[in-house]
């Protein structure tokens, strides 16, 4: 998320005069310091950033906000120059390749060759119809907030200063067939900016005529409403990790038990939670006796997994589909994931009855984790007593990952 803060910082400084916080920097500073914070972040963190650098310096220069030879130029080379020195080295360094420029080979990859098609596809409208949307969460703010600042000719200008070039970025990128939230997430906080001076609109005006006053009182249940769905998908979340959680059980179940242990890891686990920073690293001079080292494996070619040899060398595995595994194993723990919700009727309190119990579990030890879930229970019990008559939401969990222990063949006696 480093690209997404300082892309923020970024645009910050392109807001209009009359909404700038920083009014003692001039014009000019801001417009350049906010094409060298895209360009150096595009350049070392994520590289559709230049389609939004592209984007807003159009915008400013047909504007006359910025000028080629006192902005763009100088603010351009020095983010570039900056950020290829950065990534290049530190990367180059720990990937020991040189030279290696980590997002210049991912916007190769993906755009030039095409190959991020092969995660599938999505129809050009997906981010205005629905990813949009489901990144605002609040339905008043594209129906209702953002449509009353553009209409209102007080707040047109900086509403529209701020919308075309978001809307420029999200509508090149989605020439991309590969369509993902996270490629364009950049653009919330200008939508909800914009969403706020129709917000503030509504609301100070809400002592004048019913029409704002019904509209305040909707604003104000939407955010809570907004709020309370947020924070249930936030707990929800940690049920969609299920391959960081099998590995984080195996290190608890099998670690300083051998002293080398070699795991692959199945493509569904790595999808699902597992990172490098997880990984337990190797012993050194002043680890433990029974400190274990841990050897990872997260080969995917259909060929070698397809031959006998390449599992004799695994005591332990992660897998999605155990039958796919060869060799004798034995499935020693499984990790359940999240499948989807279901509507609970009054009758089915007793949670122990039904597949929802193990992500009741789950969510309740994600809770507590934030210092919260001792409401979750009360605040259950309290709106299906009073608010829903007994019907409340469960969530569906299914099996995801199973790990699986290599069953050693045993050793036969020599007859005597």
Not at 128 to 154: D, G
Not at 381 to 403: A, C, F, Q, S, Y
Request: aromatic share 12%; glycine share 6%.
């Amino acid at each position: 998320m480093f690209a997404f803060g300082l892309s923020t910082l970024a645009l910050q400084n392109v807001l209009p005069p009359n909404m700038a916080s920083s009014a003692s920097i001039s014009a000019t500073k801001r417009n350049r310091l906010s094409i060298y914070l895209l360009t150096m972040t595009g350049v070392v963190f994520r590289s559709e950033i230049a389609i939004l650098l592209a984007a807003q310096t159009l915008y400013l220069l047909l504007n006359r906000r910025v000028t080629l030879q006192n902005e763009i130029i100088p603010a351009g080379i020095g983010g570039a120059l900056v950020g290829l020195l950065l990534t290049v080295s530190v990367d180059s360094f720990f990937w020991e390749r040189f030279p290696l420029w980590p997002e210049f080979v991912g916007f190769y990859y993906n755009a030039i060759e095409g190959k991020s098609s092969e995660w599938g596809t999505s129809a050009w409208s997906f981010y205005f119809t629905n990813a949009i949307p489901r990144l605002l969460m609040n339905p008043m703010t594209w129906e209702v907030c953002i449509p009353m600042a553009i209409a209102m000719k007080a707040t047109r200008r900086a509403s529209i200063d701020i919308l075309l070039p978001l809307l420029l970025f999200i509508g090149v990128y989605s020439l991309q067939p590969h369509k993902e939230w996270r490629f364009i997430v950049y653009a919330v906080p200008g939508f909800t900016a914009v969403a706020s001076l129709g917000a503030s609109w509504i609301w100070s005006r809400r002592s004048k005529s019913m029409v704002y006053r019904l509209l305040g009182l909707a604003l104000l249940a939407s955010t809570v409403g907004s709020f309370t769905v947020s924070f249930g998908m936030l707990a929800i979340s940690q049920l969609n990790y299920p391959g960081a959680e099998a590995l984080s059980r195996l290190h608890n179940l099998a670690h300083g038990s051998q002293v080398i242990i070699n795991v692959h890891l199945d493509t569904l686990s790595c999808m699902s939670g597992i990172t490098r920073f997880q990984e337990i690293p190797p012993p050194h001079a002043h680890s433990p006796r029974n400190h274990t080292l841990w050897k990872y494996d997260k080969t995917e070619d259909p060929q070698d997994l397809l031959h006998p040899a390449f599992w004799e060398r695994f005591d332990y595995v992660l897998a999605e589909r155990p039958e796919t595994v060869i060799g004798r194993w034995e499935i020693i723990d499984t990790v359940d994931g999240f499948a989807g919700v279901s509507l609970r009727s009054p009758e089915d309190r007793d949670i122990g009855r039904f597949e929802t119990v193990s992500a009741e579990r789950g969510l309740r030890s994600a809770l507590y984790d934030y210092t919260v879930g001792w409401l979750w229970k009360d605040a259950e019990n309290l709106i299906r007593d009073h608010v829903t008559r007994g019907w409340w939401i469960g969530i569906r969990m299914e099996p995801k990952i199973r790990i699986l222990k290599k069953q050693r063949a045993p050793q036969r006696i020599a007859p005597g």
